[in-house]
């Protein structure tokens, strides 16, 4: 089952896994309200248990302004609605720039907990480019499991200080799943830019 | 002695299922025995007197002598009494070649043998298998005919294989090309022994300098993961994965369920524990030869030596995509060589020796570029088509590849029978001699990155 993504960015938060800054609200006063403690533009999400591919079906929109933010959240309700009644609420992110990588997670049948990496975004479908490692992972893993992928291509040579950035990411969701119970994991995209590497979507099967 | 080293090493054995009828496989296995195995031998066969001049029993009980291996060699319905006896004659262990068991469903039947092999303190490899072969003990469980299947000469790759038949035809292709072999041993359903005991016992093994292992699955994942991991840095570890096709792309709720074929995961574990990963089966023995001959490179720097021109550009372009480096001669070095060499041959990486050389003109050269603390190893090319070579280069790469031997060289030559013929006289005094540059070249990228996961080259790759 999936877990509420308020939870699930909390949790992150609390394994010190970086993640888009973001508030989560009810309504569309809450909403006009917090997005002044926040920069524009921002992407709105709906948090349901129900909406697995949120983007597909109009489940995530985009204000670029106050004025936009009331019209947009009306606008993801609406779509939400169609779908399902079982809506938390509605996650306000500020929308990060980068590359998109994505961390993955889930229990094998014959090897347990593994954690996977890889390019992110559209490019998953497209590539399948991921690196499998078994959990607990190591620094040197992390760091193998980076270079396996097409994704260390995509970093250039200026990678540097992101591979440090990926790496830590890693390590702290090698712990996070070693601790809880959780089934599968995916943080995609990862938006990995000269400031470290946040999780901007996430999702997680308990 | 580890109950393991009563199937490499029995001091004598019982074929249970011998047979006088040549094409049987209880005749070949006694025969292989008869011919080469130095211990003790009883056929056991209710419906014989002598078989191969040898007194034959009607069950292990009534052999009057000790028994440390028992090969059974009977349809799947008789094996269970067969082994029965097995463990009340105190025998230590037994191989069962016959299939009929959880590869068909008959998960019953197979489990009794692990409960008889346990009660009885047996270690048991099988069934459904070719067994155990031994070039150092010839035990020799094969059940081709030697005529059929050749037997490779002693050598330091030892082979783990779930499938048999693959092992065997490998053994057959490794004999025919001189490529020396500890151990072959045949899995099977791994009622009792399996891939992580014996790739445990390998890496004690002191006649086992690589282990190759082919593999479709494993029953226990974080087992294997940690045995190839402690095994792993004492000596190196050449595998494949059998099976590639993604299983992976049910629908899933997450993408990382969906892209995580078994293959994938196996492959990241294998990365994980230092193991080096063959993407075919030729480069699983590529990898095996070069491991197994060479000293591991202190440095990733590739010196290229040829005759020919297309193939140092092709050896060349194979480092750059596998991510080595090309090596740099010092002045010193370049203009020993230049000295040495006629004015239209050309001296960089790659050195051209040009279509003129001869074994001379390889060995001075070697010898400077040997010398040089720019170069970690060197990848030599041969064309012997071109009349000025003979057959004496393969003394001079003898004895540079002696005198230097804490720098790996490998040697690259493709042709056909004349070639091939030189091909295995390499291959036999350990030189690793391969048909393209870029099978070459891939298993020179596997030696060092193996000898990066053991920190003889220091990793710098943060």
Redesign the interface.
Known sequence: M?ISDRLAYKILKSYGIETARYAFVKDRTHAKRISKKLSFPLVLKIDSPEI?HKSESGCVQVAFSENDLDEKFRLLVKNAKKLTKKIYGVILQERIDGKEM?I???V?E???P?I?F?LGGIF??AL?D?????IPLEK??A???I??SKAYDVLGSRGGSN??AIVDTLLKVSRFIEREEIK???I?PLMVNEKGAFAVDV?I?R | MDGLDYLFNPRSVAIIGASREPRKFGHVILSNFVKRFRGKVYPINPNAEELMNLKCYPSVLDVPDEIDLAVIVIPAEYVESALLECGKKGIKAVVIIPGGFSEVGEKEREKRLTEIARKYGMRLVGPNCIGIFDTYSHVDTMFSPMYKQDRPFKGRISFISQSGAYGTAIMDKAAMENMGISKFVSIGNRADVDEIEMIKYLGNDKNTGVIVLYLE??KN??GL?NALREVGVKKPIVAMKGGKTSEGSRA??????S??G?S??F???F??SGVLLAENSEELFDFARALAYLNLPKGDRIQIVTNAGGFGVISADEIIENKLSMAKLSEGTIDRIKKILPSYAIVGNPIDLVGDADSRRYERVLKYVMKDKGVDAVFVVMLLQLSALESDVVDVLISVSSEFEDKPLMVCTTGGEFTQVHTRMMEKVNIPTYPTPERGIRAMKALVDYSRYRGIIP?T??
Do not use: P, Y
Not at chain 1, 130 to 134: A, N
Not at chain 2, 252 to 257: D, K, N
């Open positions: 999936k697995i994505m993955g997670s889930k094998d014959q090897f347990g593994v996977c890889g998953i479908e399948h991921v690196s499998f490692r078994l040197r893993d760091i193998s499991m270079k396996d591979i440090t599968e994991l995916d995609n999702r099967i | 699955g494993t994942g974080r993961f899933t709720l997450s993408h990382t369920a892209l995580a078994s994938e995961i492959k990241g574990m990365r994980q990793d790759r943060e």
